[in-house]
């Protein structure tokens, strides 16, 4: 058995680019079960082929994450890049939450900006059963139908998918990032050494949300700081 996370993670689920169409599809058909499904963030009405698409899809790139004796789709996130055409174009976090700490956005150069977006864990790789209205994996305790050193991976998934951000940034030349954080999930990442600076009050946005920035070279300092083993899953062991 591996010692390590990111040894570990890797006995149990793989990280896969969406790429594809067909890749595509999975992460949107994903989305639209945790989204309008488990959580009912969204309207299912709204979304009559069970794919949860927005105009941000076609400027991102996605990633999910499978669980590798199933073959069933844990996980997914996005990275919307910045509109090569027009840098100036919003983010949706621009869109939907006031930023009032301007100081922290200044001197940042739009083309190296991008946002970490609809993060998500489906109900079956979630620990608690009580979390089903929860987008993202933090507790310890769930029981299922998996061994018991499977259940031990499933809070690194979580990581997995800010390991998808890191490598987004290292292949797009993006040095800073915006996210909406829940407040246990800006805890959690704030005691692992991930420190996003809230630029905005606390917002209705898909349920509370802080509007954060984080530098990505801070995050991993940070992490660093703190944890290799983890700063190893996010980097895939210093590759990005």
């Not at 844990?74 to 930023?99: G, V």
């Amino acid at each position: 058995m591996a010692n390590n996370i990111i040894d570990f993670f890797n006995q149990y689920f793989e990280v896969i680019p969406a790429t594809t169409d067909e890749l595509k599809n999975e992460v949107f058909k994903l989305r639209y079960q945790v989204f309008c499904v488990e959580t009912q963030i969204f309207n299912p009405d709204e979304y009559p082929d069970q794919l949860e698409i927005d105009i941000f899809d076609q400027r991102a790139v996605h990633y999910l994450i499978r669980h590798r004796q199933s073959g069933a789709y844990a996980a997914s996130t996005r990275f919307i890049l910045p509109d090569a055409n027009n840098p100036e174009q919003l983010f949706p976090l621009e869109l939907h939450c006031k930023i009032d700490n301007l100081e922290a956005m200044q001197g940042i150069d739009r083309r190296s900006l991008g946002e970490a977006s609809r993060l998500c864990v489906s109900k079956t790789f979630k620990k608690r059963k009580n979390e089903e209205h929860s987008l993202i994996n933090i507790d310890t305790d769930w029981k299922g139908h998996f061994t018991p050193q499977e259940r031990r991976v499933f809070p690194h998934i979580s990581f997995a998918l800010i390991a998808c951000m890191i490598k987004a940034c290292h292949n797009n030349n993006i040095e800073y990032a915006f996210s909406t954080l829940e407040p246990a999930w800006y805890r959690l990442l704030s005691s692992s050494g991930i420190h996003f600076t809230k630029i905005g009050p606390l917002v209705d946005y898909s349920g509370l949300r802080w509007p954060g920035l984080i530098k990505v070279t801070d995050l991993l300092n940070g992490v660093a700081e703190k944890n290799m083993d983890i700063w190893n899953l996010l980097t895939n062991k210093g590759r990005y």
